[in-house]
């Protein structure tokens, strides 16, 4: 099993920055891409990107140029910094890991982000 624990989500004004964090735990050698999720209030959950082991990224056509996905392996953490934020970007943030199934069966609890305007 896995365990995913994001932080770092919070309240901030459009056009500021936060950066999450996801570590994982548990069986960490089963877990093969990452990825963040995002949850807007009535809205499906969406991809906001994806990361490889060796690090390969993808990103959402809205999310291009404004958010990196990072990890660091030593660390067993995920990052996600979000520049440029905009009001649209309220949503709850989930993590989650990739495992040799090749779907992504292991998710955080989400941590809440909030853009004011």
């Known amino acids: 099993q896995v365990q995913l624990v994001e932080s770092g989500g919070g309240l901030v004004q459009a056009g500021g920055s936060l950066r999450l964090s996801c570590a994982a735990s548990?069986?960490?050698?089963?877990?093969?891409?990452m990825a963040w999720y995002r949850q807007a209030p009535g809205k499906q959950r969406e991809l906001v990107a994806t990361i490889s082991r060796g690090g390969t990224t993808n990103y959402a056509d809205s999310m291009k140029g404004r958010f990196t996905i990072s990890r660091d392996n030593a660390k067993n953490t995920v990052y996600l910094q979000m520049n440029s934020l905009k009001p649209e970007d309220t949503a709850v943030y989930y993590c989650?890991?990739?495992?040799?199934?090749?779907?992504?069966?292991?998710w955080g609890q989400g941590t809440q982000v909030t853009v004011s305007s």
């Open positions: 548990g069986t960490i050698y089963s877990i093969n891409a």
């Open positions: 989650a890991a990739e495992s040799r199934r090749g779907s992504f069966d292991y």
